[in-house]
């Protein structure tokens, strides 16, 4: 069987429920920064999210050759120890897997389709160089890495250390709990800078991205072939490809305050508070994108043009327009400000 068949076909390893949920946005923000990262590389790639893992890689979504696994952990505490991963907590009775153990677990379901298996935290493993990136497990205080051999090899009988120790590395992934999100943002910013030019509207970008890789976090329960589990689990280079893609023609073809400012003879402030809420409205359908906002935008389009087509100034337009958009806009949007009510009118005439 090829790698993908392998990964819809061996079952995936029982786990404790849902993570926490702030574990689950750094988990997707770094999973989000390894797609960007391996797409500004020009490399080949699919990465799944919550399958297998926490976040699960293969070099070819095609024609995979190499498989690698990402434990993704948070820590408020200092550092991270060999000891600390390798430990066996007790669960009642039981002991339960230690993350090593869980990492190894995927290396024996698997076998030599893996290339590696890395622990992912915002904190570094204090046997390693505190540079950031992975490093090898190996390359630990060889009286601490005795112990972690020692430790795994009692929790697991197939562990081999000449086989299996080259393929556990660490990665101190440069994020952290309390700033993750805006350094995501960062680097989205950055990657939308250097693929289409700038990196205006990066935060709606930004959600648009995270909002793929929750979907793909999703638990599944039945998928009926290799088709689906791709669409399902695994961002690629074309996804993101396309997404750079409808983006940059979305923002090509948007409207432009200026086109409407000279028409409305308003004082500074009021002007002002309406350009806000365009801004706001305009964020709003660059962060979601889907068909009922389509719908809603064409809605209001087809009323605002019929008005606009007899009104004696568009200031008079918007005017008469407001309370028959009204309810379509509250509907969406729950109670809103006339301004932000105007702005949406003033942003569909001109789209």
Known sequence: MTIIEDLLTVPERENGGRTAYDRFDFQTAWGLTKVISLHSSGAEYAVAFEFHDDIAEVDDLSSPTRLSFYQVKTTKSPIWSLAKISQRTKSGETRKPS???????????????????????????????????????????????????????????????????????????GLHLDTYDQTLLGVVTKFLEDTIGSGVDSRAFNFILVDECRQRSKKLADLKGIDELKLSKFLTRADITE??????????????????????????????????????????????????????????????????????????????ALPAVRSLIRQRFGETTDDFERAVILYEFKR
């Not at 060889?142 to 086989?163: I, Q, R």
């Not at 305050?257 to 809420?277: D, G, K, M």
């Open 243 to 320: 997404k750079l893609q409808s983006f940059q023609k979305r923002r090509q073809h948007r409207p432009e305050w200026t086109s409407v400012l000279p028409y409305l003879n308003l004082p500074f402030a009021h002007a002002a508070r309406i350009e806000r809420e365009w801004r706001n409205y305009e964020m709003s359908r660059f962060e979601r994108p889907y068909a009922s906002g389509i719908e809603f935008a064409d809605a209001v389009k087809n009323i605002v043009e019929a008005i606009m087509e007899t009104a004696s100034t568009m200031w008079d337009g918007v005017s008469q």
């Open 99 to 173: 993350y090593a153990g869980k990492m190894f677990d995927n290396v024996e379901r698997f076998g030599a389709a893996v290339d590696k298996v890395v622990f992912v935290s915002n904190r570094p493993l204090s046997e390693l160089s505190s540079d950031l990136g992975e490093a090898p497990f190996s390359a630990a205080e060889k009286a601490k890495l005795d112990k972690f051999v020692s430790a795994l090899e009692s929790e697991c009988a197939g562990f081999k250390p000449t086989d299996h120790l080259p393929l556990f590395r660490f990665s101190d992934c």
